[in-house]
């Protein structure tokens, strides 16, 4: 018997450049130990080429698959950054960017994180633009977010900035916490009430020791990602639980309209499997919405207004960070149209913190959005 290896390169060649399906082929022979002149592999050539040419075609054909190969990335590519070439462009900075890289900053990419802030959630309230346009927004209030601590590469295998917020009465505080604070607060200030750490991507990006971060430091019009423990809504059934449909709402069923009907097997296994959606505790988890863009911020009362809801109960505190998806750099929907978070934070000036008003909003739109197009004006 014959094993025979057909080469697809090959027949791909000479199928689009001479429309014959001829190709060569490599056999192998079964060992016989009568017969050692004849050799292991045998090559049969019955395309009509020499053996020259031959490999003149299939060189052809793998440096044009290499071709496309690379055709569909771009060969200074990372994690984090697009595949996709960028076809056009309207901005400058793209183009001077192409043209010499190095004497831009590198590029900020969604593996690139800096540090975020602690809030407690105000409440709900609807802000209107210039044009009209309502928007629900909840109320952040970033309670003297200050910077208590770093973690570094070397001394804890990770980077990241302990932020404290918030405040407690000394006296309700033990002494064993407070002895963490001994090189941050004095004998007479009040511990923080709450402290979590943001990690970072690297160390230039830490915000300096005992510094404090304002509302400035997120920008109005960009995506951010808000964690919080939900509110706690008790013992509930499977249909507000876990979306269930219940049983019919009429015939064959008596006082079981709501229930979650079966739950196992007979005898085999004759258990019910842990994890099984049934009635239970409902909330009180942690729970992050993504994508929420900030309407506008209110620098002198530390205010951030975001679109939507947000996790918790009012008056609970909540993590705020860039959003990790779609966090709008260098789109026209953030003030500046910015390419990237100002790093570590921005440069706070007397007005930040200082209580009085100075509101800022996010970039709106050129034409009204509430006028009719041209064919139903007409």
């Known amino acids: 018997m014959w094993a025979l290896r057909q080469s697809n390169a090959l027949r791909k060649a000479f199928d689009s450049s001479f429309k014959v399906r001829c190709y060569s082929t490599t056999v192998r022979l079964f060992k016989n130990d009568d017969k050692k002149d004849i050799p292991k592999y045998q090559t049969i050539n019955n395309t009509g080429f020499s053996n020259e040419e031959i490999e003149k075609i299939l060189q052809e054909e793998e440096a044009k698959m290499i071709a496309e190969q690379k055709a569909r990335f771009v060969e200074s590519w990372e994690p984090g950054m697009r595949k996709k070439p960028l076809q056009s462009s309207f901005k400058l900075e793209e183009f001077e960017y192409e043209l010499e890289p190095e004497k831009h900053l590198p590029r900020w990419t969604l593996l690139d994180k800096r540090c975020g802030a602690l809030a407690i959630k105000v409440g709900m309230m609807p802000v209107f633009d210039e044009w009209g346009v309502r928007h629900p927004c909840t109320v952040l209030f970033m309670d003297q977010n200050i910077v208590i601590g770093h973690k570094t590469m070397e001394k804890?295998?990770?980077?990241?900035?302990?932020?404290?917020?918030?405040?407690?009465?000394?006296?309700?505080?033990?002494?064993?916490?407070?002895?963490?604070?001994?090189?941050?607060?004095?004998?007479?200030?009040?511990?923080?009430?709450?402290?979590?750490?943001?990690?970072?991507?690297?160390?230039?990006?830490?915000?300096?020791?005992?510094?404090?971060?304002?509302?400035?430091?997120?920008?109005?019009?960009?995506?951010?990602?808000?964690?919080?423990?939900?509110?706690?809504?008790?013992?509930?059934?499977?249909?507000?639980?876990?979306?269930?449909?219940?049983?019919?709402?009429?015939?064959?069923?008596?006082?079981?309209?709501?229930?979650?009907?079966?739950?196992?097997?007979?005898?085999?296994?004759?258990?019910?499997?842990?994890?099984?959606?049934?009635?239970?505790?409902?909330?009180?988890?942690?729970?992050t919405t993504q994508n929420v863009r900030i309407i506008k911020i209110d620098r002198g009362r530390n205010l951030l207004y975001v679109l939507g809801a947000v996790p918790g109960n009012k008056g609970h505190f909540v993590e705020v960070r860039d959003a990790v998806k779609k966090p709008l750099w260098g789109t026209d929907k953030v003030l500046d149209a910015i390419d990237r978070p100002p790093l570590p934070t921005f440069e706070f000036e007397e007005i930040d913190g200082s209580g009085t008003a100075h509101e800022v909003f996010m970039p709106l739109p050129a034409t009204d959005p509430f006028a009719p197009d041209d064919e139903e004006a007409a």
């Open 156 to 287: 804890n295998g990770y980077i990241a900035a302990q932020i404290a917020a918030g405040e407690r009465k000394r006296k309700n505080v033990g002494k064993s916490v407070l002895g963490q604070y001994q090189g941050f607060l004095s004998e007479e200030e009040n511990p923080p009430y709450l402290v979590r750490e943001f990690r970072i991507t690297d160390e230039s990006l830490l915000p300096p020791l005992h510094s404090q971060i304002h509302a400035r430091h997120f920008v109005p019009g960009q995506n951010i990602d808000v964690s919080g423990i939900s509110k706690g809504k008790g013992f509930q059934g499977p249909m507000k639980r876990h979306n269930f449909g219940g049983m019919p709402a009429s015939h064959g069923v008596s006082l079981s309209h709501r229930a979650h009907g079966s739950t196992g097997q007979c005898q085999d296994p004759g258990k019910v499997f842990k994890g099984k959606k049934m009635a239970g505790h409902m909330g009180t988890e942690r729970v």
